[in-house]
T-cell receptor, first 113, second 112 residues
Framework: AQTVTQSQPEMSVQEAETVTLSCTYD???????LFWYKQPPSRQMILVIR??????QNATENRFSVNFQKAAKSFSLKISDSQLGDAAMYFC??????????FGSGTQLTVLP | ETGVTQSPTHLIKTRGQQVTLRCSSQ?????VSWYQQALGQGPQFIFQ???????GRGNFPPRFSGLQFPNYSSELNVNALELDDSALYLC???????????FGPGTRLLVL
C-alpha cells in the first residue's frame, strides 16, 4: 500500500516571500502521478499542480513549482511571491495503478501581510 | 463548462438512519470517485465508478454503497449511520480512471 507523509502540520510565510512545503511517499510502483491540492476554508479541493513520475522535468504552474526527487521519493511544492489568497490547507496526493488518490495529512499554510 | 457539483451542502442525520449524497460530474467526465474527509485529516478513498461500474474500493464497510447513472452522475449511500460517519464527503470526477480528478465542493454530514 502507498503512503504519503507531510511532516509539516503548519507553515507560515510573509506575503511576497517564498515557501516550500514538503512531502514524501512510499510505493513500489514505477508509474504513478503526484499532485498538490489546496483546500481553502470553503472546503473545495482545488488542483494546484501535477507531476508524472516518468517525467524528469519538474512541473511548474505560474508561481507554483515542484521539486520531484524520484529516487528519494520526495515531492515538495514551492510557492513564489506568496499572496494572501494562497492561505489554505495543502495536501500532497499519490495516484498509482489503482487510480485512487492517497492523501497526506496536510500542511496548513498561513500567509502574513 | 460546469464543474463538479454536489448536493446537499449540509445534512444532519441521527444514528441508524440512511443517507444519500449526490454528485454531478464535470461535462465529458465518465469517472466519479468518492472520498471521506474527517475533521483535520486528509481525504480517504471510498470507491470509484467508471462507466457505471465500480472500479475500485477503499477500506470502507458494505454499508457504504454507490451508483453511477448513464449521464455519469453518481450517488453515495450510507446505511445504518454511525457517529464516526460525520465528515465532509467529497466527490471527484475525471475524464477517465487514469486522469486527474477534479473535486466538488463537498457535503458536510453530521450524525447525532
Amino acid at each position: 500500500a502507498q503512503t504519503v507523509t507531510q511532516s509539516q502540520p503548519e507553515m507560515s510565510v510573509q506575503e511576497a516571500e517564498t515557501v516550500t512545503l514538503s512531502c514524501t511517499y512510499d510505493t513500489s510502483e514505477s508509474d504513478y502521478y503526484l499532485f498538490w491540492y489546496k483546500q481553502p476554508p470553503s472546503r473545495q479541493m482545488i488542483l494546484v499542480i501535477r507531476q508524472e513520475a516518468y517525467k524528469q522535468q519538474n512541473a511548474t504552474e505560474n508561481r507554483f513549482s515542484v521539486n520531484f526527487q524520484k529516487a528519494a521519493k520526495s515531492f515538495s511544492l514551492k510557492i513564489s511571491d506568496s499572496q494572501l489568497g494562497d492561505a489554505a490547507m495543502y495536501f500532497c496526493a499519490f495516484s498509482g495503478s489503482a487510480r485512487q488518490l492517497t492523501f497526506g495529512s496536510g500542511t496548513q499554510l498561513t500567509v502574513l501581510p | 463548462e460546469t464543474g463538479v457539483t454536489q448536493s446537499p451542502t449540509h445534512l444532519i442525520k441521527t444514528r441508524g438512519q440512511q443517507v444519500t449524497l449526490r454528485c454531478s460530474s464535470q461535462s465529458g467526465h465518465n469517472t466519479v470517485s468518492w472520498y471521506q474527509q474527517a475533521l483535520g485529516q486528509g481525504p480517504q478513498f471510498i470507491f470509484q465508478y467508471y462507466r457505471e461500474e465500480e472500479n475500485g474500493r477503499g477500506n470502507f464497510p458494505p454499508r457504504f454503497s454507490g451508483l453511477q447513472f448513464p449521464n455519469y452522475s453518481s450517488e453515495l449511500n450510507v446505511n445504518a449511520l454511525e457517529l464516526d460517519d460525520s465528515a465532509l464527503y467529497l466527490c471527484a470526477s475525471s475524464l477517465s480512471s487514469a486522469e486527474t480528478q477534479y473535486f466538488g465542493p463537498g457535503t458536510r454530514l453530521l450524525v447525532l
